[in-house]
C-alpha cells in the first residue's frame, strides 16, 4: 500500500547548526503534504502546508525563517530547521494525502539540538 | 472555531475489559473524522475513519468508532482490551480528505492485568 517516509528518524545536532528531515510519498504522487510538530506528551500542530512548486503555508506562529519547507518534487518535501536551538527539539512528523479519501502520515522524526 | 476534544487525558482499563475513549468536535462542514494510535517514540498509524455513510465503522486491532451527529461525538471503542493496547490514542478532524488534521490533545490507555 502507499507509505510515505521519513528520514532521518531521529538527529541529533549542535545548537546553531541546521538540519533536513526529508518527507517522501514512496508510491504516489503528492502535490501536497503536511507537517506536524508534537511536543513531549502533546498533541500535534500543524506547522505548514508545504506546495510542490509553490511556496509553503505556513500557521500562525510559525517562524518561515526557522522553518524552511521546501517541495520540490511530487514525492519529496523537506523541512529545514534552521539555527537550531534547544527549544527546538521535538518530534515532527509529515502526511501526505494520497488524492483519494486517505492520508498517510510518515514516521516521524525526532530531533535533539544540544 | 474547529476543535477536537478528547475530555480523558489518562485511561486505565483492566485486560479484557471493555474500552471507550471519547471524541466531541466543533466543525463548521461536514467532519472527516479520524482516530489514530501512537505507541511510545513512534508515528501514528491509522485505526479507522468517517467519511459518511453507516456512522458504524470498524477499524483495524477490533476497534469500532460510531459518528453521532447530534452529540458532535466520534468515541472509539473496544470490547475487550489486549495489554499492547496500550498506547496514545488521538482523534483527529478535517473537512475533506486531502487537508490537515485538527488533533484532539490524546488519551493515554494504559491496561493493567
Known amino acids: 500500500g502507499a507509505v510515505v517516509s521519513q528520514h532521518p528518524s531521529r538527529v541529533i545536532c549542535k545548537s546553531g547548526t541546521s538540519v533536513k528531515i526529508e518527507c517522501r510519498s514512496l508510491?504516489?504522487?503528492?502535490?501536497?503534504m503536511f507537517w506536524y510538530r508534537q511536543f513531549p506528551k502533546k498533541s500535534l500542530m500543524l506547522m505548514a502546508t508545504?506546495?510542490?512548486?509553490?511556496?509553503?503555508?505556513?500557521e500562525q506562529g510559525v517562524e518561515k525563517d526557522k522553518f524552511l519547507i521546501n517541495h520540490a518534487s511530487l514525492t519529496l518535501s523537506t523541512l529545514t530547521v534552521t539555527s537550531a536551538h534547544p527549544e527546538d527539539s521535538s518530534f515532527y512528523i509529515c502526511?501526505?494525502?494520497?488524492?483519494?479519501?486517505?492520508?498517510?502520515f510518515g514516521e516521524g522524526s525526532w530531533l535533539t539540538v544540544v | 472555531a474547529q476543535s477536537v476534544t478528547q475530555p480523558d487525558i489518562h485511561i486505565t482499563v483492566s485486560e479484557g475489559a471493555s474500552l471507550e475513549l471519547r471524541c466531541n468536535y466543533s466543525?463548521?462542514?461536514?467532519?472527516?473524522l479520524f482516530w489514530y494510535v501512537q505507541s511510545p517514540g513512534q508515528g501514528l498509524q491509522l485505526l479507522l475513519k468517517?467519511?459518511?455513510?453507516?456512522?458504524l465503522v470498524q477499524g483495524i486491532k477490533g476497534f469500532e468508532a460510531e459518528f453521532k451527529r447530534s452529540q458532535s461525538s466520534f468515541n472509539l471503542r473496544k470490547p475487550s482490551v489486549h495489554w499492547s493496547d496500550a498506547a496514545e490514542y488521538f482523534c483527529?478532524?478535517?473537512?475533506?480528505?486531502?487537508?490537515?488534521?485538527?488533533f484532539g490533545k490524546g488519551t493515554t490507555l494504559s491496561v493493567s492485568s
Open positions: 483527529a478532524v478535517g473537512d475533506q480528505a486531502g487537508t490537515a488534521l485538527i
Open positions: 466543525y463548521g462542514a461536514t467532519p472527516y
Open positions: 508545504s506546495n510542490e512548486g509553490s511556496k509553503a503555508t505556513y
Open positions: 508510491d504516489f504522487q503528492a502535490t501536497t
Open positions: 502526511s501526505a494525502p494520497t488524492g483519494g479519501n486517505t492520508i498517510y
Open positions: 468517517y467519511f459518511s455513510g453507516d456512522t
